[in-house]
């Protein structure tokens, strides 16, 4: 029974992995393909790869989550809770996604975690979850916004002089680029986040092997994220790309930029997990401002802001009810 719940959630996890993939896939290729510099398919399929690579470049991270959220619990009680927390999260990504909300599969996770793990009475790390998850949820929108504001004011300076369909020749052309590098940073930070919850399984079923990720845990999860990922996520590509501001590719090479520059810094540097969601928003609400403060349809940015505060508490209401009835089920 334990090695078959040990299964059950480890391939629950992984399906959260997919939803994941094809929820976020948007947010590394949604400015490029709604300024064509790529092809849906072909943005597509650069995304899958570089997620792919990019679940290798690190493991902060996968320690945050596994280690710094909540006790590790024990037992079969333990592995209820970490299933509810898990399936809480795939039931709000595929929620938001049907919505076409670009809400953070993130927060879902920690939301479900949190969730699950009051109503299992686990002990939640309440600083880690303050420190790590609530400071940079609040936090890495701002610097986006910002940044992206600033980036593209430099770019209109630099370029002032410049021929404008040469130089938006030259930025779709950069997008590639700039595309791959977010797209990258959506692997080190997205990837990671599931390997820790796949660890954190694995302790529960064994408490004496230690927190270290196998090689195998690594590839099952960067192999899930693009599989996820190709399978495209056309609903919310359509809010990122064009609802809230039509970008052209100079813009969009300003967003995506800021956004990857966020995902490395916080991923290196502070091993927090932070939203690629709410990083390209936010940057994308940045770069529209220089064009205008009119020129981003601030209505639907607030629907989209209003989603990211409802995220946390919607999947960790929902983890929870689920831990109720998986405990009902099976005592």
Known sequence: ?????????????????????????????????????????????????????????????????????IATPTGQHGMAVLFAALAGAVVWNLTTWYFGLPSSSSHALFGGLVGAALAGGTAVHWNGV?????????LSPVVGLLVGYLIMLAILWFFRRANPHKAKRGFRIAQTISAAAMALGHGLQDAQKTMGVVVLALVINDPGRGFGIPVWVK?????????????????????????????????????????????????????????????????????????????????????????????????????????????????
């Open 1 to 69: 029974m334990d090695t078959f719940a040990l299964v059950v959630t480890i391939a629950v996890a992984l399906f959260f992995t997919y939803t994941n993939g094809f929820h976020d896939s948007a947010n590394a290729i949604a400015t490029s393909v709604s300024t064509r510099a790529l092809t849906p398919k072909a943005a597509l399929a650069m995304a899958a790869v570089m997620n792919l690579l990019g679940a290798f470049l690190g493991q902060g991270v996968a320690q945050t989550v596994s280690q710094g959220l």
């Open 219 to 331: 590839i099952v999860c960067a192999v899930m994220m693009s599989l996820g990922t190709y399978a495209g996520g056309w609903r919310i590509m359509r809010t990122l790309g064009r609802r809230i501001i039509e970008l052209d590719p100079p813009q969009g090479f300003a967003a995506e930029t800021t956004s990857a520059g966020i995902l490395y810094t916080t991923a290196y540097l502070f091993k927090v997990p932070v939203s690629t969601t709410h990083v390209i928003t936010s940057a994308i609400m940045g770069v529209g401002a220089t064009k205008r403060v009119k020129a981003v349809r601030w209505g639907v940015a607030k629907n989209i802001v209003g989603g990211w505060f409802i995220t946390m508490p919607a999947a960790g209401l929902v983890a929870a009810l689920l831990f109720w009835l998986v405990k009902l089920a099976f005592g």
């Open 130 to 138: 303050v420190d790590k998850v609530v400071v940079p949820m609040f």
